[in-house]
Each structure stands twice: as C-alpha cells, then as structure tokens.
C-alpha cells in the first residue's frame, strides 16, 4: 500500500438511521451527491492503493442517535481485509459497559484501535471518570484516536447545536491523559484549531502523542503545523482524510504540492501510521 488513511468514517449501515448531524455536515463540506456505500469506499481506496482505518462513533448517550455496532465495522474490515482496517468506539458515559464493549471488540472482533469524539460524546479526555476505559485501552495496547479542536457539526446553528468546543482543547485534557498513560498512543484528530500550538507543543513533549491531518484539504492546513510536519514532528504525523468528507484523492493530490521536505512524505503518507499499527 502506498498509504494509510488513518480517519475515515464507514458509510452507515443499512437499515439505521443517519446521524442527526450529517446533514449540516454534507452541507459545510459541500457534498452533494448521494452517500456512498462500502463497495465505492472500497472502490475509492483501491484505485489509490490506500489502505483506510474505518470506524463509527458512538455519542449515544449525548445525542440519541443510534451507532453503527463495531460488529458491522469488523464484518466489513472481514470483506475487505486488504484495503480496509477497523478502529471500534465506545460511547464513553456508559461506563463500565463502554469498558467491555472495547475489551469485546478488540479481543472478539480483531477491531485495532479505539476511536472517540470527546465534543460529539460530551467529555473531557482527563477527566478521572474516564480512566478505566483508557486504562483499558493501554492495556490492549490499542492506539486512541480523538478528535481535536474546532468541530463542523454543530457550525453556524443555534448555540452550536449544544456542542462545547472545550472538550477538545488539547491542554489540558489530551496532555493529562497522556502525561497519566504514557504506554497509551494517542492521535490528535485533525489540525486542533485554534488551538495548533498547544496541539504541537504536546506532541514535541510527549513521545505517545501524534496528530492526523483530517478533516482539512492540505493547503488550508495552519502553516505552522505544516512547517513542523516537514521538520521536528515528520516521525509524528499522520495522513488522514475525514472520509467521505474530504475525499482522500483531493487530500494526496494537494499533498502532493505542499512545500515539504521530500523525506516526510513517505512518513506521513505511511510510515507513521504502519508503525503504530503494527503493519
């Protein structure tokens, strides 16, 4: 594979809901087409030769909407095991049940990471309430991905749709977490605006923290975080697209003509994320 995309979101699954958000997502990133379904993601990645990491979110508690079961995650990593790799979630405010789920899920199901959304699943990341399913997570030695900064959902809505940025602000949630669990690996999802720098000064300091840069076509990525993805973070920074938000063949292509050193690409576009995968 030529690269991992290590944030892509799997289409729902048939027969459930689609998430109260998504249409004001589909409006922000400007999607007007029908949704697509596993067979044109499969299709996508392939013509590419990408691997993606998929995954749902469960935000249950906070939002009423109905998961995608991290059963439907691995039977369809199961389909398509050369071009597909699972991450499960876990809706953490259900406490000790959301600890088992992601024991079942990597243990039972093959699924390889964790993925979390503290702005979506209303928590903050240091919040002690929370240790046991961290806990839990460095003990399988599982990599967690979260989401970091500013969120589309909720954008340009009453109140933000009742979504509270705080809870992904890097310091002093993701640096408490990391700093309690440091055999925990834990990704920043997206460029953590407007909060970059907090966001790289953790990841300079903190040997289990990495940042993927989702959600953002590459050349509106903050500079400074870019300059640092060529430079003293290229061991530290991931290749992820948002998908089906962001199309991972626009992200490789703007990549592609980004001002970066010729060495880090090969990291970002891969390397990295193989390394924490265990690929």
Known sequence: MKAIDIHAHIPRMPGIPEYGIEPGLRRMFRMNDEPDDVAKMVETYRAIDTMAVIFSVDAETETGDLPDPNDYVAETVAAHPDVLLGFASVDPRK??????????????????????????????????????????????????????????????????????????????????????????????????????????????????????????????????????????????VLFGSDYPYISPVTWMEQFDELDIRDEARPLILHDNAAGILGL
Not at 96 to 121: C, D, N, S
């Open 95 to 236: 406490g000790q049940a959301a600890v088992e789920e992601l024991e079942r899920a990597v243990t039972e199901l093959g699924l390889k990471g964790l993925k979390l959304h503290p702005i979506h699943q209303a928590f903050f990341p240091d919040d002690p309430e929370f240790t046991p399913l961290f806990a839990k997570a460095e003990e399988l030695g599982i990599p967690v991905l979260m989401h970091s900064g500013y969120a589309a959902a909720g954008a340009n809505t009453p109140g933000g749709g009742g979504f509270e940025l705080a809870y992904s602000r890097p310091i002093p949630g993701f640096d408490s977490l990391a700093a309690r669990h440091p055999g925990l690996t834990i990704i920043m999802a997206h460029p953590a605006w407007p909060w970059i720098q907090e966001q790289i000064a953790i990841t300079l300091h903190k040997p289990n923290v990495f940042i993927d840069l989702s959600g953002w076509a590459p050349k509106y990525i903050p500079k400074e975080l870019m300059a640092e993805a060529g430079g003293r973070l290229r061991k530290k």
